[in-house]
């Protein structure tokens, strides 16, 4: 029986380990280990990437929403629009301001938010509207700005899982006010530990985000307001400076992995699409990137009929790593079900998706025979084969 873990770092960063062993050796010699030149030229690199004029690099994903919040002054009673479905980060930055998450579902295809029911939950006290591009797939970004303006509210775009996931040629984090993504080890761009990215292209907003970024503080040690330490190590920026020119052949295996299940599943029993007017008695739903230029940071599958929890049984069994992402939609979580935020009761989809969920490995570096393992299993289950 074929091993297939769900993510499997090692690879991956070995094959760079001499080149992470000289950076590291090269920030230590400096005794630069707080911000500085290797930090800048990640961000300046960032920057290009992603066609923003400013990235800032921070200390975690969850301190980039934040940060971008804070310097759109996002506060007290203002109310936020966010998905339900999503990580916790989310409404958690939003929720530490004293601001209000305001709960919109998410279409049951591509899993992002669903602007048609944001419309329906503005409200005069709307300050800003939080999509996730969830899972590596864009939220359609010119729909989304069109939203924004027609409504008045900023935007913050969480791309925490889809760092170079593009929308008609225009990449995540460059149409909002700000954008945010994580460098957890898991994402596409992994790090060595937590650290993140904001990105703008309005001059002033940079300016008021690095000055948050180190406690509200210009000059040193004067403080015009209260900031935070939301700074990026060094080392960290030179680690992820190494992997950055790397990613566009990361996001392409995944890809490439992608297309295989596809091809693979295709036709088989039991398993189709996940589009609309799919098979009402399909056993196994298959993720699609409706943008045609996600990154797959997961390949999350539908699972209906209450049998997801017997599939991630079945695939364990199997020895295949397996994950739900997310089985508590954010409205149902405790701390926010006590708050009795906006939304909860018209997020339908959320609900369901959480039951249905479970996504399978998609990583860069899987093997054919452990990719084709998985296929077949997937192929088995659906069919109604047991061990």
């Not at 975690?60 to 999503?86: I, K, Y």
């Not at 039951?355 to 054919?368: C, G, K, N, Q």
């Amino acid at each position: 029986m074929i091993t297939v873990p769900l993510l499997d770092l090692g690879p991956q960063n070995r094959a760079l380990e001499a080149q992470f062993e000289a950076a590291f050796r090269d920030v230590l010699r400096s005794n630069q280990f707080i911000m500085g030149p290797r930090l800048e030229a990640f961000e300046k690199d960032c920057a290009a990437f992603l066609g923003v004029k400013h990235a800032l690099g921070v200390s975690s994903g969850t301190d980039a929403l934040l940060l971008a919040l804070m310097a759109l002054d996002v506060g007290e009673g203002d109310e936020v629009l966010l998905p339900s479905f999503t990580f916790f980060a989310t409404a958690g930055s939003v929720a530490r301001l004293g601001a209000v998450p305001v709960w919109v579902d998410v279409n049951p295809h591509h899993f992002n938010l669903d602007l048609a029911d944001a419309a329906r939950k503005v409200s005069p006290r709307t300050r800003a509207i939080m999509p996730v591009h969830l899972f590596g797939q864009s939220c359609d970004l010119g729909a989304l700005q069109a939203f924004a303006s027609a409504h008045g509210i900023r935007v913050v775009e969480d791309a925490a899982q889809s760092m170079g996931a593009r929308w008609q040629g225009r990449s995540t984090m460059s149409v909002g006010d700000f954008g945010a993504t994580s460098f957890f080890p898991s994402k596409n761009l992994g790090g060595m530990g937590d650290s993140g990215l904001v990105t703008t292209s309005d001059d002033a907003l940079a300016e008021r985000a690095r000055i948050l970024r180190v406690h509200g503080m210009q000059p040193k040690y004067y403080h015009r307001e209260v900031g935070a330490n939301f700074r990026m190590d060094p080392l960290q920026a030179a680690l992820l400076h190494l992997k950055l020119p790397h990613l566009p052949s990361y996001n392409c295996a995944r890809a490439g992995n992608a297309n295989f299940y596809h091809a693979a599943l295709k036709g088989a029993p039991g398993v189709a699409e996940n589009r609309p007017g799919a098979p009402a008695d399909a056993k196994v739903l298959l993720p699609v990137d409706f943008s045609g230029q996600g990154i797959w940071n997961q390949f999350t599958l539908r699972v209906p009929g209450g049998r997801r929890d017997a599939l991630k049984a079945f695939l364990t069994a199997r020895k295949i790593g397996c994950e739900i992402y997310y089985p508590i939609p954010l409205h149902r979580q405790q701390c926010f079900a006590d708050a009795g935020y906006r939304g909860a009761d018209s997020v339908p989809v959320s609900e369901q998706l959480s039951a249905e969920v479970l996504s399978v490995p998609i990583y860069p570096e899987l093997a054919a025979e452990q990719r084709q393992w998985v296929a077949d299993s997937l192929a088995d289950f659906a069919a109604g084969k047991a061990e």
